[in-house]
């Protein structure tokens, strides 16, 4: 839409200054997609990284992967490969054999929509409704938790996990990752899984909402009104042209965004500091009890995680049957889980009193359900809602005063970043202007390309001194004495120092 509409304008034009005839818009595309290339490859020469977050590099936090259905694309006649295959989007034959390994060590049944332990329906692989109509059905993405994009696929069957555990940042590293559930999807789940997997309480985490794919595709999705009508080639280059668009509005603005995060935070850990301490003045709670039950004894056996996981999800259930669940059919289905869920946990609990001692039985499932205060042997005694208020409270004050500390490093990793661009750029001119090259992709240049490049690197070294400048600015406003130094390549907490800020900077 956007091509017809500067076409129409520049044939208007051409009419206005008396020429005649019309534009071809196809050939107007490929013409821009050829000049679109041409100039990322020069950037790419300048030491832009285009698909890069510069305050993750070279320690990245946290990646939130999700699908966007919405881009998907009709069935077109095969054409050739786009300019830019494989930079971007992944290739697909590349995520067919990953997908082909993941299939080859687990338990795969493309029957059953399998989401870890439960059935979902975005992860069944058997709905092919569209199959007749479409060639993708959709693109995933991985974010970094500033929103940058990183890297992205094309789905064909959904979402299901094997293609969300997929081949972004290499096999060895996807076997390192830990688990890490959106705040926003833990609310959905039962207590013991939010309380095991929910990013909240995940150490080391942060403020990590683990929702950023959200607002990138948000942006994205904006293409999917022609993008579905494109082909193969074509739907691969704009789609990769509008995320490094994306990503390079980020990275111009990358400095005022780590500033503005490190003042809310800084805020935000005062007001969870003062709802903690009201909350637990209203309970009357000493700080050894809230130590108590943010911690509690861990829980021994499998049979004692069993017990434990149904107790959590009934009692939960039954808090929402009246306070979030509205109409008849909604209760319902809560009712009927509950019963299930009982009769499950009625045969937990005999098994586990056949193997335990007299005193450390468990009532039946009535009465320990009936009983809020019921005092576990292996988990600490209270009212559960009561007790899951103070947890969330002291998780949310505890991942605000990590995420201070790790706004910190990021902005080292960034002060780092550019001052590494800035040196490649000084270092490659440098070798331009003494007429020595030792990268294959400039020895073929004649002294005019050279001559060229070295205007376009001075340009580049410009843009970054220029944001240096400007985030020496920002970060010495927001740290202040507490700035640790970006020259120390150790991770530092921020400290009370009196080293001179500028020195630092």
């Known amino acids: 839409m956007s091509r017809q509409a500067f076409v129409s304008m520049l044939e208007h034009r051409t009419k206005l200054f008396g020429r005649s005839g019309k534009i071809c818009g196809d050939t107007l595309q490929k013409s821009f997609l050829e000049w679109t290339y041409a100039k990322f490859e020069v950037e790419r020469l300048s030491q832009v990284q285009h698909f890069q977050c510069p305050s ?37 034959a590349e995520v067919s054999s990953f997908v082909d390994y993941i299939h080859g060590t687990t338990r795969h049944n ?32 991985a974010v970094c938790r500033h929103g940058f994009l990183l890297k992205g696929l094309n789905m064909f069957r959904g979402e299901m996990q094997s293609r969300r555990s997929q081949r972004l940042r290499g096999l060895q590293n996807l076997l390192n990752m830990r688990p890490f559930l959106s705040i926003m999807h833990a609310k959905a789940h039962s207590w013991l899984c939010e309380l ?3 990013g909240r309480n995940q150490k080391g985490a942060g403020n990590t909402i683990g929702e950023e794919v959200e607002q990138v595709n948000s942006f994205l999705s904006r293409a999917a009104i022609c993008s579905k009508y ?16 994306w990503n390079k509005r980020k990275a111009a603005n990358l400095e ?56 959590l999800s009934i009692k939960q259930r039954k808090y929402q049957l009246y306070r979030q669940s509205v109409g008849n059919e909604r209760r319902h289905k809560l009712r009927k889980k509950i019963v299930e869920e009982k009769k499950a946990l009625e045969d937990a609990i005999t098994e586990h009193n ?27 005694h209270g009212d559960m809602v009561q007790k899951k208020k103070v947890y969330d409270k002291v998780m949310l004050l505890t991942r605000l005063k990590e995420e201070a500390v790790i706004l910190v490093h990021e902005v080292k990793q960034h002060w780092e970043y550019m001052r590494s661009v800035a040196g490649k750029i000084d270092y490659l001119s ?57 020259d120390d390549s150790s991770e530092e907490q921020p400290s009370d120092s009196s080293s001179s800020t500028d020195e630092e900077l």
């Open 56 to 92: 993750c590099t070279p320690s990245m936090l946290a990646v939130a992967v999700d699908g966007n259905r919405k881009l998907y694309r009709f069935k077109s006649q095969p054409g050739p490969c786009g300019f830019f295959d494989g930079v971007f989007l992944a290739k697909d």
């Open 110 to 141: 493309p029957a059953k929509g399998r989401y870890g332990s439960g059935q979902w329906s975005a992860a069944r692989e058997t709905a092919n409704k569209s199959a007749s109509k479409l060639d993708e059905e959709g693109v995933e993405v």
């Open 196 to 198: 095991r997997w929910g």
């Open 230 to 245: 494109m082909s193969k080639a074509v739907r691969t280059d704009m789609l990769t042209i509008q995320a490094s668009g």
């Open 256 to 311: 005022q965004t780590l500033a503005k995060r490190y003042m809310k935070t800084v805020q935000k850990i005062t007001e969870a500091t003062e709802n903690l301490e009201k909350l637990t003045a209203e309970l009357s709670l000493q700080d050894d009890q809230v130590q108590q039950w943010t911690t509690g004894t861990p829980i021994q056996n499998d049979l004692q995680k069993t017990i434990e996981g149904l107790y």
């Open 354 to 380: 056949a193997v335990a001692g007299e005193a450390d039985k468990l009532p039946p499932p009535n009465e320990l359900l009936a009983e809020d205060n019921y005092s576990w042997k292996w988990e600490c």
């Open 430 to 486: 440098s070798q331009l202007s003494e007429g020595i090259t030792g990268q294959s992709s400039t020895e073929a240049l004649t002294e005019r390309g050279r001559e060229g490049l070295l205007c376009v690197l001075k340009k580049q070294l410009h843009k970054v001194k220029a944001q240096q400048a400007m985030a020496r600015i920002a970060y010495q406003y927001i740290l202040g004495q507490q700035t640790v130094s970006l």
